[in-house]
C-alpha cells in the first residue's frame, strides 16, 4: 500500500522532531552522573510517564488490541498485580538504591554477596534484555513490512538508527525527555483511532450498545477467578504471578531502574512508580477497548478471512485457491447471518440472539483456524516446490562446486531459507489493527498512528539498548579494570557501549521470526528469567543468613530448571516468575547448613 503525502509528512515530522529534540535537549553531557543517571533532576511526572513508555512498545499497541480482537478483555487481568508491585518497590527497592546510590541494580548485590553473584545477575539481565531490544524493533518491522510492503531490514536498520542517535548523543536523559513526547503522541493517537472508531460503527449503534454487542460474542469476559492451569489469564495469575512479573521487572530490570534512579528524590521516584501504577492498568483497559471497537465495527462491515494480504495472496494462487474460496463463502454467509443479528439486537434484549450470536461467532472463528491451516499448507507446498527444483539443480551442477553456475544456485537455496522463515505466516492478530488503520483511517490519522507505532518501539528501545550499555559499563567493563577510570572515560565507554548494543538490537530484529503472539513473546522470554532475578534480590533484602556461594549455586541450577520447564510447557508462562523466584530462594535457604559445614571442614 501507498502512503499519501500526508500521511507522510506527519509521520517524518513527528518522528524526526523527537530525536532531534532529544539530541538538541540533552547535547553536551559528559560527567557520569549527568549521562547514566539524568543528572538527579527528573521530575516524579516525567519519571511515571518515562516508566511508562519503556514499558509500552509497538508490540502493546499491535498485539493487545489483536489480542482483544480475538479473545476479548480478559488479557487486562495480566495487569493486576501491577500496582501492588509498586508498593513494595517504593517501600523495600527505592530506599535501598537511593541509600547505596547505586548506577545499577546489581550493584547492590555484589556488597551484599560477591563480584560473582553480581556478574551472573547482570549477565542474565544483558540475555533476555538484549533479546527483547531486538524484538521490540522486529515487532513493527515485520509487520509494516507485510502490510505496506516496506523492505524489513530496511526498516529495521531505520529504527534501530533513530533510536541510536540521540540515546548515544544524551544517554539517560535523553531516553527519559524523548519518552514524555513519544506517550504524548502515543495517547493522542490512541484517542484518535477510539473516537474513529466509534464514529465509523453504525449511527443508530451508541457506545453502550457497542459493549453489549461484544460482550454476546464474549468479548467482554473481563474476570476469571478459575485456578485453571491452562488458563494463561485469570485473576489469580494476574494478581500472583503478575505481581511477581512486576516486581522483577520494574524493581529489577535496570532499563526500567535506570528511569526511577533519574528522579531528584526517593519522593519522586516513589510517586513516579505510583502514578505508574495507577494509570497502566486503565491504559491498557483503553488499548484492549480499542481493540474491541474495531471487532465491532467489524460485525457491520466485512472482515477478511486472514488478515495478512500477502498469506491470503499465496493461497489463492496455490492448489488450495478452491478450499480457500470455499472458506471464504463460508464466513461471508456467515457475516451476513451475524450482521442481521447484531442489527436486531440493536433494536431489542432478547437473550436466544445472543446466544445465536455467541454460536456464530464460534463458527468463525473455527473458518479463521481452518485458513490459517490452509495457508500454512499453501505456504509450505511452495517453499517445498522451490527446495526441490534448487535441489535438484545444484545436483546436476555437482561435479563443478566452484563454477559461478554453482555458487548461484548455492546463493539462491541460501535466499530461500530465509524467505521461508519470514513468509511462512498464518497468525494474523497482530496485524489487525495496522490493516483497519490503512483501509478505514482518513488521511493524516494514518500518519499520526503509524508515528505512534514507530514512537513506541523507539521509546522501549532506547530504554533497553540505554539499560544495556549501562550493564555492561558498570557491572562489567568498569568492575573489571585493574584502576580506576576517570568519568570522562566511562561516559565515552558508555557510549560506545549504546552503539554496539544498538547495533545488536537491529542484528537481532534482522534475524527475529514472527512467534504466535508478539506480546506474548516478549513477555515469555522475561518470565523465563526474572522469576530468578528477583528471588536472588528477595534473598539479598529479607535473608541476611544466606551468603554468596548458596545464592551463586542456586540461581545456576533454578536457571537451567526453569528453562526446562518452559521448554516442556509445565505451567502457563506468567507461573514461571512465582515458580523461579520461590525455586532459588528455596535451593540457597537449603544449601546454606551444608555449604557453611563445608567451609568449617575445610578451615
Given amino acids: 500500500m501507498q502512503l499519501n503525502w500526508i500521511d507522510w509528512a506527519v509521520l517524518a515530522i513527528t518522528l524526526l522532531s523527537i530525536v532531534g529534540y532529544g539530541t538538541w535537549k540533552t547535547r553536551g ?136 542517535i540521540y540515546t548515544v548523543s544524551g544517554g539517560t536523559k535523553a531516553v527519559t525527555v524523548t519518552q514524555k513526547q513519544q506517550m504524548f503522541v502515543i495517547f493522542a493517537g490512541m484517542l484518535a483511532a477510539l473516537f474513529i472508531t466509534l464514529n465509523l460503527i453504525p449511527d443508530d449503534v451508541s457506545f453502550t450498545k457497542a459493549i453489549d454487542i461484544a460482550g454476546s460474542n464474549g468479548r467482554m469476559e473481563i474476570l476469571d477467578f478459575s485456578f485453571d492451569l491452562e488458563n494463561r489469564y485469570t485473576v489469580w495469575s494476574g494478581l500472583i504471578g503478575g505481581t511477581f512479573l512486576a516486581l522483577a521487572y520494574f524493581g529489577t530490570d535496570q532499563s526500567q531502574v535506570q528511569r526511577y534512579l533519574s528522579a531528584k528524590s526517593v519522593k519522586e521516584m516513589q510517586m513516579g512508580l505510583i502514578f505508574n501504577g495507577l494509570l497502566k492498568v486503565p491504559m491498557q483497559f483503553f488499548i484492549l477497548l480499542v481493540g474491541i471497537m474495531v471487532f465491532v465495527f467489524y460485525q457491520f462491515n466485512p472482515p477478511p478471512l486472514n488478515f495478512i494480504d500477502s498469506s491470503t495472496k499465496a493461497v489463492l494462487t496455490s492448489k488450495y485457491s478452491q478450499e480457500y474460496q470455499t472458506l471464504q463463502e463460508k464466513q461471508n454467509t456467515l457475516f451476513n447471518n451475524k450482521k442481521a443479528i447484531t442489527l436486531e439486537l440493536t433494536k431489542t434484549d432478547d437473550n436466544n440472539l445472543r446466544q445465536e450470536l455467541f454460536q456464530l461467532d464460534s463458527i468463525e472463528k473455527t473458518y479463521r483456524q481452518e485458513s490459517k491451516y490452509l495457508i500454512k499448507r499453501a505456504i509450505d507446498t511452495a517453499y517445498a516446490n522451490k527446495y526441490d527444483r534448487i535441489s535438484n539443480e545444484l545436483l546436476v551442477l555437482n561435479n563443478d562446486k566452484n563454477s559461478i553456475a554453482y555458487k548461484e544456485k548455492e546463493a539462491e537455496l541460501i535466499s530461500w531459507y530465509k524467505e521461508s522463515a519470514k513468509d511462512t505466516k498464518t497468525n494474523d492478530r497482530d496485524y489487525m489493527f495496522i490493516t483497519f488503520i490503512l483501509k478505514y ?145 528455596l535451593i540457597a535457604i537449603t544449601l546454606q547448613p551444608f555449604i557453611r559445614i563445608k567451609n568449617i571442614t575445610h578451615v
Avoid at 114 to 122: E, V
Avoid at 137 to 155: E, K
Avoid at 485 to 511: P, Q, R, S, Y
Avoid at 526 to 547: D, P, R
Wanted: charge should be positive.
Fill in 29 to 164: 553531557r559528559n560527567s557520569a552522573q549527568d549521562y547514566i543517571k539524568g543528572g538527579n533532576s527528573t521530575k516524579w511526572w516525567t519519571v511515571g510517564l518515562s516508566v511508562m513508555a519503556t514499558q509500552a512498545s509497538a508490540i502493546t499497541f499491535l498485539s493487545t488490541t489483536g489480542q482483544a480482537f480475538s479473545d476479548g478483555m480478559g488479557f487486562v487481568q495480566f495487569y493486576f498485580g501491577l500496582p501492588i508491585a509498586m508498593v513494595v518497590i517504593c517501600m523495600v527497592f527505592i530506599p535501598l538504591y537511593h541509600k547505596l546510590k547505586v548506577y545499577t541494580a546489581y550493584e547492590f548485590l555484589e556488597s551484599r554477596f560477591d563480584l560473582k553473584t553480581r556478574t551472573l545477575t547482570a549477565i542474565l539481565f544483558l540475555i533476555q534484555r538484549g533479546l527483547a531490544a531486538g524484538i521490540t524493533i522486529f515487532a513493527p518491522a515485520i509487520i509494516l513490512s507485510v502490510v505496506l510492503g516496506w523492505n524489513i531490514t530496511y526498516l529495521n536498520i531505520a529504527i534501530g538508527i533513530l533510536v541510536i
Fill in 441 to 585: 483511517l482518513p488521511k493524516g490519522l494514518i500518519g499520526l498512528l503509524l508515528a505512534v507505532i514507530l514512537s513506541a518501539a523507539m521509546s522501549s528501545t532506547a530504554s533497553e539498548i540505554n539499560a544495556l550499555a549501562t550493564i555492561t559499563s558498570i557491572d562489567l567493563y568498569g568492575r573489571s579494570l585493574k584502576e580506576n577510570k576517570d568519568e570522562k572515560h566511562m561516559v565515552n565507554a558508555t557510549k560506545i557501549f549504546t552503539l554496539i548494543w544498538g547495533i545488536i538490537a537491529i542484528v537481532i530484529a534482522c534475524f527475529a521470526n514472527l512467534a504466535e503472539n508478539l506480546i506474548q513473546l516478549v513477555n515469555i522470554i522475561g518470565s523465563i528469567f526474572y522469576g530468578n532475578v528477583l528471588g536472588i534480590f528477595l534473598l539479598a533484602f529479607f535473608f541476611k543468613h544466606i551468603k554468596a556461594n548458596a545464592v551463586f549455586t542456586a540461581a545456576i541450577i533454578t536457571q537451567i530448571i526453569v528453562i526446562i520447564g518452559w521448554w516442556f510447557d509445565w505451567m502457563p508462562y506468567l507461573w514461571l516468575n512465582l515458580f523461579g523466584c520461590a525455586l532459588v530462594m
